[in-house]
């Protein structure tokens, strides 16, 4: 009887592993940011805002010149410009 059950569950643990990797081969050459992009939530926007800069200033060396102006950076993060 234990020798059954400890072939059935490494058939389940094979099956569990078999399944995983089929999940995970698609993805697995992707970039990390990438994946983070096609999060199927939807993911926060201001996080992927944020990638998108820090991917900007990682590349700066290339930049001649950026301007982003406040009402982009408003527009980007969803706010309203406050009245003072």
């Known amino acids: 009887m234990t020798d059954e059950k400890v072939e059935n569950e490494r058939k389940e643990a094979d099956s569990r592993a078999y399944s995983l990797k089929s999940m995970l081969t698609p993805v697995q050459g992707l970039d990390w940011r990438m994946l983070m992009m096609l999060n199927p939530q939807g993911g926060d ?31 980007l993060m969803g706010t309203t410009p406050s009245k003072n």
Request: charged letters at 20%; glycine letters at 4%; zero cysteines.
């Open 45 to 75: 926007s201001r996080n992927t805002i944020a990638m998108a800069f820090q991917e900007l200033a990682s590349n700066a060396q290339k930049i001649g010149e950026l301007n982003i102006s406040p009402d982009l950076l408003r527009t």
